[in-house]
């Protein structure tokens, strides 16, 4: 009897479950608001950072450029040995190391996907207020 009644409960517990609405896509959520495509700035020059290590921000449209598994479009200008005829920044010696610090062949792959830390700035309206202090703001408080 006990066996029976427990597994009259699960499957009850399970018809609950099942029962339950679940968001079918993000685009289904109340928050999904697509950003406006705004153009980017033609070349801002070295934007200041805003918080200790951060990684520096693309100053230029990075629309159409290629960066995948086989292909990093951000090297034909910022790779050592490119970078002085071009005049872009150079990409640091420490993208040429493996996580022990010990050098490799080309770019490391934890570093090659460069789109994931660096990103370009633009002026938009953002979806979300956000009350993020600077560190020059903390600093002059």
């Known amino acids: 009897m006990r066996k029976y009644l ?6 009850l ?3 609950a479950v099942a029962e339950t609405q679940v968001a079918k ?6 928050e999904s608001v ?5 153009n980017a700035q033609k070349d801002a020059g070295n934007i200041p950072v805003t918080f200790p290590h951060q990684p520096p921000l693309v100053p230029h449209s990075i629309r159409g ?4 598994k086989n292909t990093n479009q951000c090297l034909g ?10 005049g872009a920044t150079r990409v640091p010696a420490s993208h040429f190391m493996d996580r022990d610090g010990k050098p490799t062949e080309g770019t490391s792959p934890r570093r090659y996907f460069c789109l994931q830390c660096h ?9 979300i207020q956000n009350k993020f202090d600077t560190i020059r ?5």
Do not use: R
């Not at 427990?6 to 499957?11: F, I, K, N, Q, Y």
């Not at 200008?77 to 071009?86: D, F, G, K, N, Y």
């Open 65 to 68: 450029l290629q960066v995948t």
């Open 77 to 86: 200008c910022h790779s050592p040995e490119v970078a002085p005829t071009t």
């Open 119 to 127: 990103v370009q700035q633009t002026d938009v309206n953002p979806i």
């Open 6 to 11: 427990t597994l009259l409960l699960t499957a």
């Open 34 to 38: 697509a950003p406006a495509y705004t």
């Open 137 to 141: 703001q903390t600093q002059s408080k």
């Open 25 to 30: 896509s993000i685009d289904s959520t109340v």
């Open 13 to 15: 517990a399970g018809f």
